[in-house]
């Protein structure tokens, strides 16, 4: 896992080098409301027209806890209303480590560069390896139990998400080089998840379990609100 984490950032680095070489009409920016979530994104964007950018989007997540038990009603806020599943947590799961790469279109109404429309695209994978979790049952008072498990856990999830945003761009100070942009969007979309599960030594909704796979995908609308700020050369 860590060579694969090694070669992640090093095309981060070789994608903003490769930009540098020529910087004019590039856009670099971070999108503040993944870091919410454990995110770590990074964009860059080529400005091909007056109206027109292309970009590359990449992220990485690292997980902040290895092992333990994990209390469903308080660590999954969604779970135990009904309203999603444990396949739908994962930006609330800490255990997760996961790897972004997508791409987007901007079309500017204006040559101002201001108003746009972004169709965008991205695959996420997550992921973690041989970690002894608790997942304790939901609130079982309100009828409703969830989905609950304990054991060595590896599990996989694989997202491809398409949504269609529509945002705003600001264009603040300008300096010799460079100009600092920030980027206001919203939008919608829907994602094609599958998932992996595996469980050893342990129990599965209080069946014991040795070995044992679980599989499935599902589709799930997806809503975006974003916030980003960066340079434009």
Known sequence: MLKIKYVFVLVIFAVSASAQRNSQDY?????????????????????????????????????????GTIDNKDYFPFTNKGVYDYTNQNTFNRFYNAYTLGFHFKYYFKEQRTFYLEPAFYYRYWFFNEKEI??????????????????IRNERQEDYVFCVNFGRTIKLKQTRKNRYVVDFEMGIGMIDRSYKFFTDRGSV?????????????????????????????
């Open 27 to 67: 856009r670099f920016t971070t999108e503040f409301t993944q870091y919410i979530f454990g995110n770590i994104p990074l964009s860059v964007e080529k400005i091909v027209g007056k109206k027109v950018t292309v970009g590359l989007d990449l992220g990485v997540r690292f997980a902040t806890k290895q092992s």
């Open 205 to 233: 909704e209080d069946v014991p379990v040795r070995s044992y796979t679980e599989t499935g995908f599902g589709k799930h609308p997806y809503v975006n609100l974003g916030l980003s700020i960066g340079l434009e050369r």
């Open 134 to 151: 608790e997942f304790t049952r939901g609130d079982i008072s309100g009828g409703f139990q969830g989905y609950f498990f304990e054991g």
